[in-house]
T-cell receptor, first 115, second 115 residues
Framework: DTGVSQNPRHKITKRGQNVTFRCDPI?????LYWYRQTLGQGPEFLTY????????KSRLLSDRFSAERPKGSFSTLEIQRTEQGDSAMYLC?????????????FGPGTRLTVL | AQSVTQLDSQVPVFEEAPVELRCNYS??????LFWYVQYPNQGLQLLLK??????LVKGINGFEAEFNKSQTSFHLRKPSVHISDTAEYFC?????????????FGRGTSLIVHP
């Protein structure tokens, strides 16, 4: 197992365009999380899935954001009508729950720049 | 709800000197505690975690942390740092039960090791 992977690693887009990011978790992990990280801040929770079910969404996740995890495997995060304030690092993490302490394994992130 | 305060945004130190990165948390329920490290343009990697038992926890790369319940602290220490320890360090907490186990992260401490 090679860990959590994310694609693309970098995305530059113009304001108003739609973007989609992909996350492939560790294969046996049933939970998958999306976070947003801006410069000088820790990761902020966006949403998480248990298998294919989206169980919680943060208030940070506006209606322009949507996430899916079909079949409980990989996940996609789509941002519609991007705004400059969406520029950030988007991190994906996976974990096995119940597990010991819910240790999360992070991917390398996708850095989004909205011009 | 939980909160995490990392008291120092930046800690400069010379190579081979000891270092302490401070973390205080607030929670009305029992928590698990974590320290993660983030190297430039990478995701987060778990350094160590406190779940139960001994309050002194040893992690990877020679780091250790001590859980102090009365002071609600979980400070990270290393007796002798290397240039390669230059990175961003994040403290995080999560509930031990009755919740979604979503971690709350601090804002991070940038450790800068000078030769």
């Amino acid at each position: 197992d090679t860990g959590v992977s994310q694609n693309p690693r970098h995305k530059i887009t113009k304001r108003g365009q739609n973007v989609t990011f992909r996350c492939d978790p560790i294969s046996e992990h049933n939970r998958l999380y999306w976070y947003r990280q801006t410069l000088g801040q820790g990761p902020e929770f966006l949403t998480y899935f248990q298998n294919e079910a989206q169980l919680e969404k943060s208030r940070l996740l506006s209606d322009r954001f949507s996430a899916e995890r079909p079949k409980g495997s990989f996940s996609t995060l789509e941002i519609q009508r991007t705004e400059q304030g969406d520029s950030a690092m988007y991190l994906c993490a996976s974990s096995l729950v119940p597990g010991f302490g819910n240790e999360q394994f992070f991917g390398p992130g996708t850095r989004l720049t909205v011009l | 709800a939980q909160s995490v305060t990392q008291l120092d945004s930046q800690v400069p130190v010379f190579e081979e000197a000891p270092v302490e990165l401070r973390c205080n948390y607030s929670s009305s329920v029992s928590v698990y505690l974590f320290w993660y490290v983030q190297y430039p343009n990478q995701g987060l990697q778990l350094l160590l975690k406190y779940l139960s038992g001994s309050t002194l926890v040893k992690g990877i790369n020679g780091f250790e942390a001590e859980f102090n319940k009365s002071q609600t602290s979980f400070h990270l220490r290393k007796p002798s740092v290397h240039i390669s320890d230059t990175a961003e360090y994040f403290c995080a907490v999560t509930r031990t039960s009755g919740g979604s186990y979503i971690p709350t992260f601090g804002r991070g401490t940038s450790l800068i090791v000078h030769p």
